[in-house]
């Protein structure tokens, strides 16, 4: 479930071992139940099929309507600065974490009394503004733990490995679920077992987390504020910001994909669930072989190579014709996805300047989720209007804009630049 072994070069004594090992076990939980409860997870499927079925919605509605659900994750820096600056009972982050996965638990309960797309948005988006801020909550603990134990990158590895692990039983229960039972009976089934697993993360907040208690005082603003200004002030951040911007602004594929298996292909929806599986399959594969084979890249390499892995993991689904090669194809683009988050997210979370962890990482993260979705915006308005349906012409733009990134990294200045396991073990 660890990655201590990549860590031994790096950790020496007893207590910091114990730390990245409690460490290991919070991100894991935390992330095991985003891949549950965020708006692509255990609910995704069921919303897609009663939305296209009942309303029958189109791919560029559907995604508009998912487009609202990003907008918690928009504002992650503003989570940031709060926690940053205001402690709530004491603490900067332990206390908001269990007031949002509180508002997560809430949010999903509230789903399971309406019906309609009204409704069920003002209720997601509920549920997903406590997804979003317990996502900053733990980003901010990441970049504080992991600049100082120099395992950042190896922390980002775990949080997305479980939140594949999450996925695995949440795409094959969500199509399942399809399979049996009415389009929004589904859906209120999918809301009902997405509320209980943020109760897991509360009680681990509880008993896990090691936080030294804060008070706002007049220093500690001034230190906020500095922080703050430092990180804005930080010309190489907000480089990495704008090469994100770009390097996440490839026209989506997910939902045309989704319409495209379900309407041409004529696949079940318990095998598109399946597929969804399968592909966090691949998530975990590279993750585990990040943890075995790549935790001592440089940044630049490790860079380089998930654009390379996500070039060719888009590319897999031009193969796409049968359930075989479509098993494949989720794959190969679940273990691209995973690598490029890592490598950025890794990247990201080491030149985040101290004092300011929870905004600075937050408004990366966030150039990441607003192209994203403006991506996905963009291919389902090409698949529907553009290319009338044709998933291959779309497969192959987006596979250039993803390749287009090898000629900005450099403009990244990572020439030279180790890996924080390694820089860390020089220390």
């Not at 930080?234 to 026209?251: E, N, T």
């Not at 993803?402 to 990572?414: K, R, Y």
């Not at 180790?418 to 820089?423: N, Q, S, T």
């Amino acid at each position: 479930m660890t990655d201590i072994a990549a860590e031994s070069a790096v950790v020496r004594t007893a207590e910091q071992r114990a730390d990245i090992r409690r460490l290991m076990l919070f991100f894991a939980l935390v992330y095991a139940t985003e891949g549950i409860c965020q708006s692509d997870g255990l609910i995704a499927q069921p919303l897609n099929y009663y939305l296209k079925q009942v309303y029958q919605w189109t791919p560029v509605q559907i995604t508009a309507f998912l487009t609202v659900l990003n907008l918690p994750w928009f504002l992650k820096p503003f989570y940031g600065m709060v926690s940053d600056f205001v402690p709530l009972l004491g603490y900067r982050r332990k206390s908001w974490l269990l007031l949002a996965n509180a508002l997560a638990v809430f949010g999903y309960v509230a789903i399971l009394g309406v019906a309609t797309p009204g409704a069920l948005i003002l209720w997601l988006l509920l549920a997903v503004y406590g997804m979003a801020i317990a996502s900053t909550l733990c980003g901010a603990f990441l970049v504080e733990k992991g600049q100082k134990l120099g395992s950042s990158t190896a922390f980002v590895n775990q949080q997305w490995l479980w939140f594949n692990v999450a996925q695995i039983g949440t795409f094959t229960l969500g199509g399942a679920l399809l399979e049996y039972l009415a389009p929004l009976g589904a859906l209120q089934w999918a809301a009902a077992i997405a509320a209980v697993a943020p109760v897991a993360v509360i009680f681990a907040c509880v008993f896990t987390v090691d936080e030294e208690k804060s008070a706002i005082s007049v220093a500690g603003l001034k230190a906020s504020a500095a922080g703050l200004f430092h990180a804005l002030s930080r010309r190489h951040l907000w480089v990495i910001a704008l090469f994100l911007l770009f390097y996440y602004f490839s026209p989506g594929v997910d939902t045309p994909l989704y319409f495209y298996m379900t309407d041409h292909l004529q696949f079940s929806q318990f095998y598109i669930g399946v597929l969804s599986s399968i592909g966090a399959a691949g998530g975990i594969a590279a993750a585990l072989f990040y943890g075995r084979f790549l935790a001592h890249m440089s940044a630049k390499a490790l860079l380089n190579l998930s654009i390379l892995v996500g070039v060719l993991g888009t590319l897999a689904f031009l193969f796409l014709w049968d359930p075989t090669t479509a098993a494949i194809a989720h794959f190969c683009y679940g273990a691209a996805s995973t690598i490029t988050l890592v490598a950025t997210l890794g990247m990201a979370a080491d030149r985040c300047p101290a004092g300011s962890e929870g905004f600075a990482f937050a408004a990366l993260v966030s150039v990441t989720n607003i192209a994203s979705s403006l991506a996905d915006n963009v291919g389902s308005y090409l698949y529907e209007h553009v290319f009338h349906d044709g998933l291959y012409p779309l497969i192959l733009v987006a596979a250039a804009f993803t390749a287009v990134n090898f000629l900005l990294v450099p403009f990244l200045n990572l020439k030279g630049e180790a890996h924080a396991l390694v820089a860390a073990s020089r220390k």
